[in-house]
């Protein structure tokens, strides 16, 4: 059975990181595709990136260019999401996915981010 | 930036039929590109409903359907059920942005 894992919540200062990771299982990890999606509270689903896990293949939504960036580790079937220069408005759910085509077919559980001063 | 609008809300009463719009452009839904659907229960990770702008995952009761025609796509849900009540998201990919978009989200109310 398909099953994403994800780390748990995190209080993080203005300026400062945050590195979310998820873990797989049932499913062959090298050349899938590992999606991210933050959810502030009570706002839609926004897509931040995406990683094609063995080819180290990437692709970042434009907004969060600069900030992010997703890696992935073979031998422990795990993806990351850094997000750096954290904001308040960073403050959000942040979720990972499994990509086998265009569709998001099994979820994590989501990793609470808090941005406070 | 949001580029899939939604109508905020929607509601019925149970047993009804509710639709839920997609609406798009040239980049993206009437590009071509699949549109998927997800359900949102509260508190909880979404859950992919509809994938391949028609296709029914396995466990999806065939209650829900999707469909898509140039720039938007419908979600369908027949013999709406209390738990049905929920968030409804459609995705696809946009060619102008080169990155997948979510849609603005529909809150569905059983009265």
């Known amino acids: 059975q398909m099953q994403l894992v994800q780390s748990g919540p995190e209080v993080k200062k203005p300026g400062t990181s945050v590195k979310v990771s998820c873990r797989a299982s049932?499913?062959?990890?090298?050349?899938?595709?590992v999606q991210w999606v933050r959810q502030a509270r009570g706002q839609r689903l926004e897509w931040v990136g995406w990683?094609?896990?063995?080819?180290?293949?990437?692709n970042y939504a434009q907004r969060f260019q600069e900030r992010v960036t997703i890696t992935s580790d073979m031998s422990t079937s795990t993806a990351y999401m850094e997000l750096s220069s954290l904001r308040s408005e960073d403050t959000a759910v942040f979720y990972c996915?499994?990509?086998?085509?265009?569709?998001?077919?099994?979820w994590g559980q989501g990793t609470l981010v808090t941005v406070s001063s | 930036q949001s580029v899939l609008t939604q109508p905020p809300s929607v509601s019925g009463a149970p047993g009804q039929r509710v639709t839920i719009s997609c609406t798009g452009s040239?980049?993206?839904?009437?590009?071509?590109?699949?549109v998927n659907w997800y359900q949102q229960l509260p508190r909880t990770a979404p859950k992919l409903l509809i994938y391949?702008?028609?296709n029914r995952p396995s466990g999806v009761p065939d209650r829900f359907s999707g469909s898509k025609s140039g720039t938007s796509a419908s979600l369908a849900i027949t013999g709406l059920q209390a738990e049905d009540e929920a968030d409804y998201y459609c995705?696809?990919?946009?060619?102008?942005?080169?990155?997948?978009?979510f849609g603005t989200g529909t809150k569905v109310t059983v009265l």
């Open positions: 391949g702008n028609s």
């Open positions: 049932g499913f062959t990890f090298p050349r899938s595709a």
């Open positions: 040239s980049s993206n839904i009437g590009a071509d590109y699949d």
């Open positions: 995705q696809s990919y946009d060619s102008s942005l080169s990155g997948y978009v």
């Open positions: 990683i094609v896990v063995g080819s180290d293949n990437t």
């Open positions: 996915a499994h990509g086998a085509g265009s569709d998001f077919d099994y």
